[in-house]
C-alpha cells in the first residue's frame, strides 16, 4: 500500500505491505455483575518499505555498511509480531474501571544493511471514569510504555539517555456531552520519559537538541456522531 510522504522525521515509510494478520478474543464474565476479562492474541507479517533521510544514508556509504549507489531505501519486516493483551473492566453505577497488560513480541529482518533483531515490549494502562451527571463525565488514567521489557531502566548503552527506555503517561480527563451527537472533552498529560515519541533508541536527527525527560500536554477535542 503506497503512503503519501509527509513532513515527518526520517525514516519515512514509503508503501506498507501486509502478508497476513491473524488473531482472536476471548472474554468471559465472572458472577459478579459489571466484571468482564479477556484476552486477545494477534499474529502478522508486515513489511515497511522506509525511505532513510540523506545524512544516515551518507553515513552507511562512508562506513561501507552500504554500496556506494545505495539509495536509502530499506525494509523492515516484521516477520512475524505476536501482539498478546489480557484486559479486565468493571462496571459500576456510573463508574467504569478498566486495565490492561501487553506483550509484543517481534522478529524484525532488515534489508541486508542490519542484523536481524528480536524485540520484546510491553504497555500497560489502568482507568477510572466517572460519570458526574447526564452531561459531564472525568476520568483519570496511567499508562506505561517499556519498548524493551530486559532493560526498564535504561541501562543499555544502545539508549542515548536512560529515559529513553520508558514512557509513563499520568492523564486527568473532562467530558461534556451536549447532546446525543456532540461532546467536547480536555485531557491533561503529564509525562515522564520519551520511549514512544522516538521508538526508544531512535531521535529525529534534524532535533539541535535531546528531548527533556519531563514534558506534558494539553489537548481539547470535539467529536459529532450520527
Not at 456532540?182 to 520511549?195: Q, S, T
Request: proline share 6%; aromatic share 16%; hydrophobic share 40%.
Amino acid at each position: 500500500v503506497p503512503i503519501t510522504p509527509t513532513s515527518r522525521a526520517y525514516p519515512q515509510a514509503y508503501a506498507v505491505d501486509t502478508h497476513y494478520v491473524v488473531g482472536g478474543s476471548l472474554f468471559y464474565h465472572p458472577p459478579l455483575e459489571g466484571l468482564r476479562v479477556g484476552a486477545s492474541l494477534l499474529r502478522a507479517w508486515i513489511d515497511f518499505h522506509l525511505d532513510l533521510d540523506s545524512q544516515t544514508t551518507a553515513g552507511l556509504i562512508a562506513a561501507g555498511l552500504a554500496p556506494p549507489a545505495f539509495n536509502g531505501q530499506i525494509t523492515e519486516s516484521f516477520k512475524p509480531v505476536t501482539l498478546t493483551v489480557a484486559s479486565a473492566e468493571y462496571v459500576h453505577d456510573d463508574g467504569t474501571f478498566a486495565a490492561e497488560y501487553s506483550r509484543w513480541y517481534a522478529h524484525v529482518v532488515w534489508s541486508d544493511l542490519f542484523p536481524t533483531a528480536r524485540a520484546h515490549s510491553e504497555r500497560f494502562y489502568g482507568l477510572a471514569n466517572l460519570q458526574l451527571s447526564d452531561h459531564v463525565g472525568t476520568g483519570v488514567y496511567y499508562s506505561v510504555f517499556h519498548p524493551d521489557v530486559t532493560d526498564r531502566g535504561g541501562h543499555d548503552a544502545k539508549w542515548k539517555k536512560p529515559f529513553y527506555a520508558w514512557q509513563r503517561d499520568a492523564t486527568f480527563t473532562l467530558r461534556y456531552d451536549l447532546n446525543d451527537h456532540w461532546l467536547f472533552k480536555v485531557e491533561g498529560h503529564f509525562i515522564d520519559g520519551v520511549a514512544a515519541l522516538f521508538d526508544g533508541a531512535v531521535l529525529d536527527p534534524n532535533l539541535n537538541k535531546s528531548p527533556s525527560r519531563y514534558w506534558g500536554m494539553f489537548l481539547v477535542r470535539a467529536a459529532v456522531t450520527f
